[in-house]
């Protein structure tokens, strides 16, 4: 997912994979209204619409805060490729899936800290079934 909508903001984020960065266009007037630099080769973008957050992920994951677009923090992935990612708001979890280690890696959105991997194909429990969709 290269692209990712904040609505309340009115902003479209597109990652510019080759270029290192992510382009921040106003869905109002259909104009880029400013360029974010990441880390190198971005391939996932998210929003936490809740939290005015940016994901941004390739080897590692920047965060950054919606309305000033400064880096908040970097999450190190041990330089295993963000594939794609996906955000539960409600759960403060981010899902990201890596392309290397084959595992899907959760992050917990409030602290930007990791919480656990699985292997895909894995047989979930079901208390661990709960947690990825935000039951616990």
């Known amino acids: 997912n290269g692209m990712a909508i904040h609505s309340g903001r009115n902003r479209l984020y597109v990652v510019n994979e080759t270029g290192g960065s992510v382009s921040v266009i106003n869905m109002l007037t259909s104009s880029v209204v ?3 630099t990441s880390s190198p080769s971005p391939r996932a973008v998210e929003v936490h619409e809740s939290r005015d957050k940016l994901y ?3 080897a590692n994951i920047d965060v950054f805060d919606c309305s000033s677009e400064v880096l908040l923090s970097t999450i190190a992935q041990g330089g295993v490729a963000t594939y794609t990612m996906a ?21 917990n959105t409030s602290t930007d800290s990791f919480i656990e991997a699985w292997a895909y194909g894995a047989t979930f429990n079901s208390d661990t079934t709960a947690r990825a969709v935000g039951v616990q």
Do not use: M
Not at 95 to 105: C, F, H, I, P, R
């Open 34 to 36: 400013s360029t974010i």
């Open 56 to 58: 941004v992920g390739r």
């Open 87 to 107: 955000i539960r708001p409600a759960s403060d979890r981010l899902y990201a899936v890596t392309t290397v280690t084959s595992e899907l890696k959760v992050y």
